[in-house]
T-cell receptor
Framework: GAVVSQHPSRVICKSGTSVKIECRSLDFQATTMFWYRQFPKQSLMLMATSNEGSKATYEQGVEKDKFLINHASLTLSTLTVTSAHPEDSSFYIC?????????????FGPGTRLLVL | EDKVVQSPLSLVVHEGDTVTLNCSYEVTNFRSLLWYKQEKKAPTFLFMLTSSGIEKKSGRLSSILDKKELFSILNITATQTGDSAIYLCAVEADWNQGGKLIFGQGTELSVKP
């Protein structure tokens, strides 16, 4: 099956610093990757859709200057949380889209837990 | 505005019970409905439903979609403690909208021994 990895799996940082999270599709090329955020006891909220070689499309209410997304290759997308604050503490999950049998299927990474002190 | 609503939000049962989880949706350009199980990490895929009335089964889990009434149910029979998790329903919108998934709030299932 398709494998998507995220790194790091867990990160603790000080308020005001920036944190980069990587999402890789290990055994397939993903033209589209998605970034989600999940707060405790809540569902996954889509933050942005990332296409290789073009600017990401952000969902309403998500600050593009705060959550920088770079999709440099067909197997790697990065999310950088700039000037992180405690309210950015959350579980960040990426997914990578793969075309199989004529349809796109999303495969989720294991997630990254961010704690901002 | 597209939305997906799950009920109940939480459920506590005993081993051996049967549970039914509900998911209703209002989504423009519906493509498919997906069910996921989430334990401590990212969601794991259970089912994808695209056609009404066709039941999908996997062991003790089954699911069906009603595109006329805009809902789906997930059934778990003979529940086990290992079924304890959050069950997420998501609807995939048309690929022109980026193929994005719109998730419901989830149902937290707790199965007691």
């Amino acid at each position: 099956g398709a494998v998507v990895s995220q790194h790091p799996s867990r990160v603790i940082c000080k308020s005001g610093t920036s944190v980069k999270i990587e999402c890789r599709s290990l055994d397939f090329q993903a033209t589209t990757m998605f970034w989600y955020r999940q707060f405790p006891k809540q569902s996954l909220m889509l933050m942005a859709t990332s296409n290789e070689g073009s600017k990401a499309t952000y969902e309403q209410g998500v600050e593009k200057d705060k959550f920088l997304i770079n999709h440099a290759s067909l197997t790697l997308s990065t999310l950088t949380v700039t000037s992180a604050h405690p309210e950015d503490s959350s579980f960040y999950i990426c997914s990578a889209s793969r075309r199989l049998a004529g349809r796109e299927t999303q495969y989720f990474g294991p997630g990254t837990r961010l704690l901002v002190l | 505005e597209d939305k997906v609503v799950q009920s109940p939000l939480s459920l506590v049962v005993h081993e051996g019970d049967t549970v039914t989880l509900n998911c209703s949706y209002e989504v423009t350009n519906f493509r498919s409905l997906l069910w996921y199980k989430q334990e401590k990490k990212a969601p794991t895929f259970l089912f994808m439903l695209t056609s009404s009335g066709i039941e999908k089964k996997s062991g003790r889990l089954s699911s069906i979609l009603d595109k006329k009434e805009l809902f789906s149910i997930l059934n778990i029979t003979a529940t086990q403690t290992g079924d304890s998790a959050i069950y997420l329903c998501a609807v995939e919108a048309d690929w022109n909208q980026g193929g994005k998934l719109i998730f419901g709030q989830g149902t937290e299932l707790s199965v007691k021994p």
